[in-house]
């Protein structure tokens, strides 16, 4: 098994089907704890705040019995000072076997692999990436469907900022799904057409013809510099409201990685449709991170492979 | 690095083990006074074929269905972080509470993977006893654990192997004695 997990193209399809077998495994018998990694330390490594993501893999090192550090840079000596270099290397040093990172910065889970010695699994990195979040979406969808082969996925939404959507665009490319990214016009990235999905600006024609309708969350936080005219607007013409959640396919399913603006990229009532699987995304987050887990901290050291920076 | 197990000798054809098989259920049952609290799980791969095929055979003596699971012993295993992880595939564990539980593997070797069964069990619930039935013993304990049904003593070297093929998972039933290279 690969040591570090930077990006999603860490793994090949081989590699994410091991991860999602493994998964079924902990979602079969979810609650239950297990003494595997009862000498492996894991540490939360979080420069950015964040509640699913940092509980999903306390809980999953957790009930691997691994002992689990949280480190959130707000009230520690980063607030003095100390670089992330001195920090991560502080943290090592204290006898770490894992390092969880999430940082507002691209590529700095890249460096803390370069620094340290454990292994180190990117939470998300600025707008780069977040690997594990597409492999708890891919095993959502793999519950539902027998292949991702030929499977029509739409990403909908703030594209531009989003590390979910790269990370998953990347990952069912990788397991052959057939993936359509929709947005705004001033929301869809630079460069977006050598991602190798088809790209569109328009949502109504996509939707009777798709598996999955995966929804991002419109970043409020990073909307004042006017990439829409108005949420109001933006809700009117891409979000998925009762009307055109009608389109879907009745085997289609509603995803959304969290946290939701409910009334903005979804209808409150939409969110809770039976073919809405946002809280089983949940669910299985923790049942991916253990999986992974297990396989990257349950065997024998892999060889390093400093990976390029981005 | 793969590894390569060249045959020496078939120590047991398809007779054999159906043989070894059928005196195994009918210990079982003589043992616990038939079959009905009797609960057989199989430890994954070989063991859960074993299970089946002594939960078939009990149907036939005594007329019980007696209920059968399989185990994933990789979570519980003490060489953790010395060998790759093997992935880990659905397991189904009856209810074991009061029951008299008889595990089954093919072969019993260092007896570790026998531990690792016994505390997976535990964490499942509580049964009233464990037993524990092989097709093939091999020896070389590094454990104090014994079988309770033995299909059959091989004594072994080291660096030999003992390779169970069952025909659900290999085609054929048959024990090979060989050495292991790589």
Known sequence: MIKHLLSIRDLDADGIERVLQSSQFFRDNMGRKFPTLRLKTVVNFFYEASTRTRTSFELAAKRLSADVLNFAAGGSSVEKGESLKDTAQTIEAMGVDCIIARHSSAGAPNRLAEWVSASVINAGDGMHEHPTQALLDLFTIRRHFPSFEGLRVAIVGDVVHSRVARSDVLGLQTMGADVTICAPPTLLPPGVETWGANVTTELDPLLPELDVCYLLRMQLERQKRGYVPSLREYARIWGLDRRRAALLPERSLIMHPGPMNRGVEIAADVAEFPRSVITDQVTNGIAVRQALLYLMLGGPEAKEEVPDTV | ?182
């Open chain 2, 1 to 182: 690095m793969t590894k390569t197990f060249t045959p020496k000798a078939t120590v047991m054809d398809s007779s054999d083990v159906a043989r070894a098989l059928a005196r195994i259920a009918h210990e079982i049952i003589e043992r616990n006074k038939g079959a009905s609290r009797v609960a057989l799980v199989g430890i994954l791969t070989r063991g859960v074929s074993l299970a089946q095929r002594l939960a078939t055979l009990i149907a036939e003596i005594e007329g019980v269905e007696v209920p059968t699971g399989s185990l994933d012993i990789g979570l519980y295993r003490d060489d953790i972080g010395m060998r790759e992880p093997a992935p880990l595939a659905p397991v189904k564990v009856p209810d074991i509470d009061g029951k008299i539980v008889v595990l089954v593997d093919d072969v019993l070797y260092t007896g570790r993977s026998i531990r690792a069964a016994m505390d997976a069990l535990i964490d499942l619930g509580r049964p009233q006893a464990v037993q524990l039935a092989v097709l093939v013993d091999r020896g070389h304990r590094e454990l104090p654990i014994r079988a309770d049904y033995v299909g059959k003593n091989i004594p072994t070297a080291h660096n030999e192997e003992v390779q169970v093929r069952m025909s659900e998972v290999d085609g054929e039933d048959a024990v090979d004695l060989g050495e292991v290279i790589g």
